[in-house]
């Protein structure tokens, strides 16, 4: 059937100008997320979403936190993931396969899982600079090459007059990525790559800005870190990861504020009807002052980064801020962050396939759906 799917989407992309991407498989420490787009002549539509959250575990690594709050959390740790696999969380899947089109993935680890890093290093020529970016990776991780497996891509920001030239550069030990995909295809999934967040960010973000002229700030808040990168004409300029701005950081704070558990702090921030945006008379109840702090935090990030990039990066100087990921579902998330760091803010989101109804918190897939875009660029 796998062999057969490329043709089929060929015949139903010339008569009826649209095809289906590959699943998009976001891998983080409380959920795994899904999503599938396809393209209708120049229009993205989100075609297939699914979630599953990892087993609950009485393990405390999530915040760093001795508070049992979060035992019947669903929570992965990175080292868990990589000793132990996705095997447990994946047997589900094997009942979905009908959901997406296909089998063919491409996957991506949250919360640094895989590396993403910027190097600057001397002009050379374009044949060995690729081979100097493993060597200093591998000298950095303290592990021999063969180990690694490791891509990299020309950044912007490369200086001939200085001599320097910039690099955008993804890694995993080899060991863990040929786990995950194997667990993928016990599951159904057969994985094409495995890509950085910040690279499925920059996919994600290019979806929906069609100016390759303007520069985005691209948020991921997701449950154990935010990421922040500076997205211009569909490339990843640069990216940095703010682990006190992961959800669970504000989950724990509200947990322990009323006595409640992760899961029902995440009703609270998730279902209230509150407006957490900031009064005019001052007033906030004791949920909107821990909810305003986390934005309040989260616009300091987004402003010290473009601070930076006015700094270093004048050209790509964000003109707007683009949210994602399951923070970017908080309730007036956009309004709040917009008021507070002066530039037009937008949630992520795109057309819904007619089978997809009701309320669905689009920008949750975000990552995958970025992801799913790969096969037109892989193809």
Same mark, same amino acid.
């Given at each position: 059937m796998a062999t057969l799917l490329p043709t089929l989407n060929q015949i139903r992309q010339r008569l009826f100008g649209q095809s289906f991407g590959w699943t998009g498989v976001e891998v983080g420490c409380h959920t795994i997320n899904m999503a599938q787009v396809r393209r209708i002549e120049d229009r993205w539509v989100l075609a297939a979403v699914w979630s599953i959250k990892h087993p609950k575990t009485n393990s405390n690594d999530a915040a760093n936190t001795s508070s049992s709050r979060n035992e019947n959390f669903g929570w992965l740790s990175k080292e868990a993931i990589f000793e132990h696999g996705l095997a447990p969380t994946l047997k589900s899947l094997e009942k979905l396969n009908s959901l997406f089109q296909g089998h063919y993935c491409a996957a991506t680890l949250t919360d640094s899982m895989i590396d993403y890093r910027e190097l600057d290093l001397p002009l050379i020529e374009p044949t060995e600079s690729k081979a100097m970016v493993r060597s200093e990776i591998a000298l950095d991780l303290e592990c021999e090459l063969e180990e690694l497996s490791i891509d990299s891509w020309d950044l912007p920001?490369?200086?001939?007059? &200085? +001599?320097?030239? $910039?690099?955008?550069?993804?890694? %995993?030990?080899? @060991?863990? #990525?040929?786990?995950? *995909?194997?667990?993928l295809l016990r &599951? +159904?999934?057969? $994985?094409?790559?495995?890509?950085? %967040?910040?690279? @499925?960010? #920059?996919?994600?973000? *290019?979806?929906?800005?069609s100016d390759e002229s303007t520069s985005t700030l691209a948020i991921d808040i997701g449950y154990g870190q935010a990421t922040i990168t500076l997205v211009k004409a569909g490339i990843p300029v640069l990216s940095r990861g703010v682990r006190s701005l992961g959800l669970v950081t504000l989950l724990d704070q509200i947990a322990t504020s009323f006595d409640l558990s992760w899961a029902d702090a995440q009703t609270l921030v998730f279902q209230s009807p509150n407006d957490f945006k900031a009064k005019p008379n001052g007033f906030a109840s004791p949920l909107q002052q821990q909810v305003i702090a986390f934005l309040h935090a989260i616009a300091n990030e987004i402003n010290k980064t473009a601070q930076y990039v006015s700094r270093s990066h004048r050209s790509a100087t964000p003109n707007q801020v683009l949210l994602m990921g399951a923070g970017g579902e908080i309730p007036f998330l956009n309004q709040a962050i917009e008021e507070r760091v002066g530039l037009p803010t937008q949630t992520w989101a795109i057309d819904l396939s007619e089978n997809l109804f009701g309320s669905q918190p689009i920008a949750t897939y975000a990552i995958a759906a970025g992801l799913s875009a790969l096969a037109w660029e892989l193809m």
């Open positions: 920001q490369t200086n001939p007059r &200085a +001599g320097t030239a $910039c690099f955008g550069a993804v890694s %995993i030990k080899r @060991a863990a #990525a040929l786990m995950i *995909a194997s667990d &599951a +159904g999934f057969e $994985c094409q790559t495995l890509d950085a %967040i910040p690279c @499925a960010m #920059a996919r994600s973000t *290019a979806m929906i800005v």
